[in-house]
């Protein structure tokens, strides 16, 4: 039965990893083919996976959410959740994605795996272990080769782009540290339904998308559905159900193949391309999880 457990967690974990890269991939192309907000595409499919997911859970979840929703601390901590993690992870994401590529994107996101790493050692008020200060290295120099081609005078990668992937990898951060302690209290898939109805309304309303409704023909639609459906909704469920079986440190592990998706994806349907010194800086940025994340033996 463990050994069940443990492939299929593999299995579902992968299939997270590789749905996310799809829709990556997806997404440059509705931005390459129709003039798409990002700031839209991130409400629709917030809002829209918010509801297939709440829709999935309200038979046996309607009272934890009625009871963290009526909860004052707990409400506090979504609101926050949702507007300094959720919205600032999507919506860096897709506007990384609009300026540069899916794969380069996604690659710059990973950095967040660094910056947890940062962040922790800040918290707790350590001094970086050696691991952690060789990862930072490599992502700084993974990032300046992807940025300039290795030529400092050229910019390869826009600086919108950049800044943008940056932004999407901080997001990272916050998402995952403010939702932690209400993952633990009402469970995972509560509060993330709830964190993306609120988010996308929130995005909504604040911007005033509606004027910003774009024209899309049935392959636009079909793009954006894949994106609610397979890129949101299916590659969560898989992921989450993998991580439980084999657990954050593998489930983290195996979501490198997210990037290597998008990106493979990105060049063979796209035509993006990628030059030798930019595709050494994605091997650097992508080396940083393994060294973080794999602990040495004591």
Request: hydrophobic fraction near 55%; aromatic fraction near 12%.
């Amino acid at each position: 039965m463990m050994h069940t457990h443990y492939q299929r967690g593999f299995i579902c974990c992968a299939v997270g990893a590789i749905t996310w890269g799809l829709n990556g991939a997806v997404s440059q192309f509705l931005f390459m083919h129709y003039p798409v907000d990002p700031a839209w595409l991130s409400a629709i499919r917030m809002i829209c996976a918010g509801f297939l997911l709440l829709f999935l859970i309200l038979p046996k979840k309607h009272r934890t959410i009625g009871r963290m929703l009526r909860d004052p601390t707990s409400l506090k901590k979504l609101i926050l959740m949702t507007v300094f993690g959720l919205i600032l992870c999507q919506y860096s994401y897709l506007s990384s994605i609009k300026y540069s590529n899916s794969g380069t994107a996604t690659i710059l996101q990973t950095l967040c795996v660094v910056f947890l790493s940062l962040y922790l050692a800040v918290r707790f008020r350590r001094r970086p272990k050696n691991r952690e200060l060789l990862a930072i290295l490599l992502a700084v120099a993974g990032v300046y080769l992807a940025a300039t081609d290795g030529n400092p005078a050229s910019m390869v990668l826009s600086g919108k782009g950049l800044f943008w992937g940056l932004a999407a990898a901080v997001g990272a951060v916050i998402f995952p540290t403010l939702s932690q302690g209400l993952a633990w209290q009402w469970e995972a898939p509560p509060v993330n339904a709830v964190a993306m109805i609120f988010g996308g309304l929130l995005l909504t309303f604040t911007l005033r998308l509606w004027r910003a409704f774009p024209v899309l023909d049935q392959a636009g639609w079909a793009a954006v559905a894949f994106i609610i459906i397979v890129g949101t909704v299916i590659s969560f469920s898989f992921f989450i159900q993998g991580v439980c079986d084999i657990g954050p440190l593998k489930g983290t592990l195996m979501g490198t193949l997210e990037p290597l998706v998008a990106s493979a994806v990105s060049a063979c349907w796209l035509h993006t391309s990628f030059h030798a010194v930019e595709l050494l800086g994605y091997a650097l940025i992508l080396s940083t999880v393994f060294i973080i994340m794999v602990k040495p033996e004591e």
